[in-house]
């Protein structure tokens, strides 16, 4: 079972989460040399990831960063792009090592699939940053479409309806007509392979979801809930997205 953790409000969460990362980074650090990480880049990464970045005490000039997923067919430049959001809220307030993009709008996809796949089996991850979706899905693996055992580390997927919703919600998109019916996504087995799961789930639209991962079975029904089978799994919850569980 994931250890998990209640705190009073957002920034809370975040900054506790942030601790953690820091923790994890650093022993990357002196272990190998260098640290390589995984961000999501969902609104509800936003506390976690503005508190990381503003620490000075982690030697950022050895950390890779990786997103887990992009629209297929949307420009780096687009508002909603996750390649737009991992520049702006990351790689423009450090200095990296690497950020490893992922092209969602490359002319060859499958090219750049094999591309994003030898990068990430290159070495070891250390840390993926994994949010939960309304739909329980984890980077865009959909409850649809999503396998544990996948034999892909990368590969495109079929948005599911309520994942679609969920992006016009949160304002991504301004109706579902205008938002890509594909993406490319780190599949479950890629995310796995991570050391550190840190999985920062704010928000009371996520309490079903939070509920589902933490207490129904581990099933594809639920992608969220292979946290459970994770050996190194922290979840972060605020008081509304923890509401739906017995913490008593």
């Known amino acids: 079972m994931a250890d998990v953790t209640v705190f009073p409000s957002s920034p809370a969460l ?14 990357a650090i002196q272990k190998r040399g260098r640290a390589r990480i995984m961000v999501g880049t969902g609104n509800s990464q936003d506390h976690v990831i503005d508190s990381l970045v503003l620490r000075r005490d982690v030697d950022w000039s050895k950390v890779e960063v990786f997103h887990m997923d992009e629209y297929i067919g949307i420009s780096p430049d687009h508002p909603a792009s996750f390649r737009r ?17 992922m092209e969602g709008d490359a002319s060859d996809i499958a090219g750049e699939i094999i ?13 993926v940053f994994v949010g939960f979706g309304e ?3 984890i980077a865009f693996n959909d409850p649809p479409t999503a396998l544990f055992e996948d034999p892909a580390t ?28 594909q993406a490319v996504t780190v599949t479950c087995s890629g995310l796995f392979r991570a ?4 999985c920062v789930v704010p928000d009371r639209r996520k309490a079903q979801a939070v509920r589902n991962a933490l207490l129904g079975p581990i099933s594809t029904a639920c992608p969220a809930s292979l946290v459970r089978r994770h050996p190194s799994a922290v979840v972060y919850l605020d008081p509304d997205s923890a509401s739906l569980l017995d913490l008593a």
Request: net charge neutral; charged share 25%.
């Open 135 to 137: 739909n329980g899905h």
């Open 14 to 27: 975040g900054a506790a989460a942030a601790d953690r990362a820091v923790d994890v980074i650093d022993s």
């Open 195 to 198: 050391a550190q799961w840190i």
């Open 115 to 127: 591309r994003y796949t030898r990068l990430l089996l290159s070495s070891p991850l250390d840390l």
């Open 85 to 101: 959001w991992l520049r702006a809220r990351v790689a423009e307030k450090l200095t990296l090592a690497q950020v490893h993009y």
């Open 154 to 181: 990368v590969k495109v997927v079929t948005l599911d309806e309520g994942c679609r919703r969920q992006q016009v919600g949160e304002g991504h998109f301004n109706d579902i007509d205008s938002m890509p019916k």
